[in-house]
């Protein structure tokens, strides 16, 4: 098929002829009352046809440096961080069949794993370079994005590192150990317990902590910052306790009109948190990014914070000291959970 796009002052048409009907196309478009010149490319030299006042048709060409041949493929085949979707994992964890075909019901969490490698793929391959890299993914649940974080690490980049999954019910933890042991992923294990009480001599390099809900986001950003994370990576959930401040206080300011909505109450809980939560990771040094994790088709909580370990600067400590206080006052909070377990709730 050959694809005609129409052009007009307000649309566009696309129309997709087979040859023959093409060259039947064309011989009613160019003519002594339709279009008199037509430029042509092909791959080896550029042809216009020009057509003069007698209705004869003149031929000029251009040789130009080849140029490389148009893929005839219909389907764009698309930049994957995890190409191979036959890796042992993939099918254990029901994402795709024993020939590595991703299920159907499977596809958005497919392109959920590998947008989530994309947007950490710059991040991942500036860390420094040390003998083994420390990742620790709090509440990894089922272990889908750790595994995968795991196999870009060790596979795709080549860094040494050693992977641990926290996650809370042991059943969980069981299988995920098993399904690391089948895939051969020597440096990947997952233990039971909860993100507070996590402990680690060994310290962490890079944190991860996806969904982890409420106040246990502030546990993990907690862990990263005392540990001297060099990568701290969340995607928060719920925000209950600073939207339980703003519904105790309902502080009078320019915008008390919109918090009067549930919906916008609970959507400003969130942005004012995650805003005072990206403040103290830049007081503590880290260069932040704030994007879309996931398309909020599939779930409206999709932020991720990203903060990359910089150089702590004095002078920006007491600014951002002094815009938390500006924000707790105007908006009548007392405290956020994060500030407080950083001890700056002063």
Not at 169 to 181: E, G, H, I
Not at 297 to 306: A, D, E, G, R
């Amino acid at each position: 098929m050959l694809s005609f796009v129409y052009r007009y002052q307000t649309k566009d048409i696309t129309k997709n002829y087979s040859i023959e009907d093409s060259i039947k196309e064309l011989e009613k478009l160019v003519d002594f009352r339709g279009f008199r010149q037509v430029n042509v490319q092909n791959l080896s030299e550029n042809l216009v046809f020009q057509m003069n006042k007698k209705g004869e048709w003149r031929l000029q060409k251009e040789k130009v440096e080849q140029r490389k041949e148009q893929s005839l493929s219909h389907d764009k085949i698309k930049d994957r961080k995890i190409a191979d979707s036959s890796k042992v994992y993939l099918h254990q964890l029901n994402l795709t069949d024993g020939e590595g075909k991703v299920f159907k019901n499977a596809q958005d969490k497919w392109k959920q794993i590998n947008h989530y490698i994309e947007l950490l793929s710059s991040s991942l391959a500036g860390l420094p370079s040390k003998e083994m890299l420390k990742v620790v993914d709090m509440g990894a649940g089922k272990g889908y994005l750790t595994f995968a974080l795991y196999d870009y690490l060790r596979n795709s980049l080549g860094k040494q590192v050693e992977v641990v999954g926290i996650e809370y019910r042991k059943d969980l933890v069981d299988f995920c150990n098993q399904v690391a042991q089948d895939s051969g992923f020597d440096a990947l294990r997952f233990e039971e317990g909860s993100i507070e009480d996590y402990q680690t001599v060994e310290g962490i390099d890079v944190l991860i902590a996806l969904h982890a809900c409420d106040t246990a986001t502030d546990d993990a950003i907690f862990k990263g910052i005392q540990n001297d994370a060099e990568l701290i990576v969340v995607a928060p959930c719920c925000h209950k306790q600073v939207r339980r401040e703003l519904e105790a206080v309902k502080a009078k300011n320019d915008l008390d009109f919109m918090t009067q909505y549930g919906i916008f109450l609970e959507r400003h809980a969130e942005m004012l948190t995650d805003s005072i939560r990206a403040l103290i990771l830049e007081y503590y040094g880290y260069e932040m990014r704030v994007m879309q994790f996931i398309s909020d088709q599939h779930t409206p909580k999709n932020v991720m914070l990203v903060g990359s370990k910089r150089k702590i600067e004095p002078k920006k400590q007491v600014e951002i000291l002094e815009k938390i206080k500006s924000l707790k006052a105007y908006f009548g909070i007392n405290y956020q959970h994060l500030e407080r377990l950083c001890g700056l709730d002063i």
